[in-house]
């Protein structure tokens, strides 16, 4: 079997510099004379996302379902703040992501938790400034709302190609049902985040028809791309076992984060991995704005007036349409998550 690498730049990225850093400023303890203000301005540097913009993003308030969460100890937070005047900075890779923090242009990122677990075991300047503790969800509404902070990960097609999706569909059905993908997360996950080497993938030339996959390689454990253009991680992995589950063969194509759309566009390629959505979102896609609010109002009956409050704050002023599509350009379809992971922020030490 003859063994594929295929890595074109469409768009140049940098190879990744997780392994270096910088020593963070340590601020002065407050004297007891200074005042401690009530709210932090604070700026948040994110991966960017397609389809919407920095000022929309920084509009979905995540603070009052963070404190409800700290109150069961189902989140917990190194430094105690109330960032909720925050900026937020869209950057195209991992690598100018980091450089930022690093270089004080902004004061938190924004990481899915595998990710930062990886960028911290290699940068011993980095901490999680917040993290979940799973075993602490001890109701419903709790798990509801780590859901709604977290990333599902899909994967991307134009709706020309819905046949596509659902053969993906299909094949992430079974992996999920036979253990496949429980062993991959244990593998390149849950395994992986003292990882140095980032072991390749391999793809295999044997069917008839083959795909083009743009991949990002920005998100180590998740996916990455080597200099050489060898390609490595879980998404990547999983990539490699749809493609022999639906018997066609993966020529991976390397783009930026902004460039997904464009690849699926210009017909560069067939399929991106990944696009992002809150957990929750793959339930209400398809929904029309009044079939939403249904939606939400037969979620939410059993809710206190708390609960609904908070996620009422949680969507804060993001439209549902913004909602719905945000990092999936219009005339694109994508599969359900193969994966769900945990928004978490990482700071300097």
């Keep these: 079997m003859k063994k594929i690498f295929t890595a074109v730049m469409i768009i140049a990225v940098t190879a990744l510099s997780v392994l270096t850093g910088c020593s963070g400023n340590n601020t002065p303890a407050q004297t007891a004379e200074a005042a401690v203000p009530e709210t932090i301005k604070s700026s948040l540097g994110v991966l960017s996302y397609l389809n919407i913009n920095e000022e929309e993003y920084a509009g979905i308030n995540k603070g009052k379902a963070v404190d409800y969460l700290r109150k069961d ?5 190194l430094v105690d703040e109330k960032a909720e005047k925050k900026s937020v900075r869209f950057y195209d890779t991992l690598d100018t992501l980091i450089m930022a923090l690093q270089s004080g242009k902004v004061d938190h990122i924004e990481l899915p938790e595998s990710t930062a677990d990886y960028v911290c075991a ?29 990333n599902g990960f899909s994967f991307m097609m134009t709706e020309e190609n819905t046949a596509l999706r659902d053969e993906f569909n299909r094949a992430i059905a079974e992996m999920k049902s036979d253990g496949t993908l429980g062993r991959l997360i244990k ?5 992986n985040a003292d990882d140095n080497t980032q072991k390749a993938v391999e793809f295999y030339n044997v069917y008839d028809k083959t795909i083009k996959v743009a991949v990002t390689g920005l998100l180590p ?11 490595s991680g879980f998404s990547t992995a999983v990539l490699s076992v749809i493609g ?15 460039g997904r759309a464009a690849a699926l566009a210009s017909g560069t390629a067939d399929v ?6 809150a957990s929750e979102d793959s339930e209400i896609r398809d929904k029309t704005e009044e079939e939403y609010e249904r939606y939400i109002a037969e979620s939410e009956k059993d809710l206190t007036d708390e609960q609904k409050e908070v996620m009422r ?37």
Aim: glycine share 4%; hydrophobic share 35%.
């Design 73 to 77: 100890e189902i989140v917990t937070m």
């Design 122 to 150: 290699h940068n011993d300047k980095l901490q999680k400034n917040l993290t979940y503790n799973a075993n602490a969800v001890g109701d419903e509404f709790g798990y509801r709302l780590v859901n709604r902070l977290s």
């Design 187 to 191: 593998e390149y996950i849950t395994d």
């Design 221 to 231: 454990p998740m996916d990455y791309v080597s200099p050489d253009g060898t390609c």
């Design 244 to 258: 022999q589950r639906i018997e066609k063969n993966i020529e991976l194509i390397q783009v930026d984060s902004m």
């Design 272 to 277: 991106v991995f990944w696009t992002r959505d």
């Design 313 to 349: 704050e949680l969507r804060g002023s993001i439209s549902f349409t913004q909602e719905r599509y945000m990092d999936i350009p219009k005339n694109t379809v994508t599969t359900q998550p193969y994966y769900n992971d945990a928004l978490v922020v990482v700071t300097m030490k």
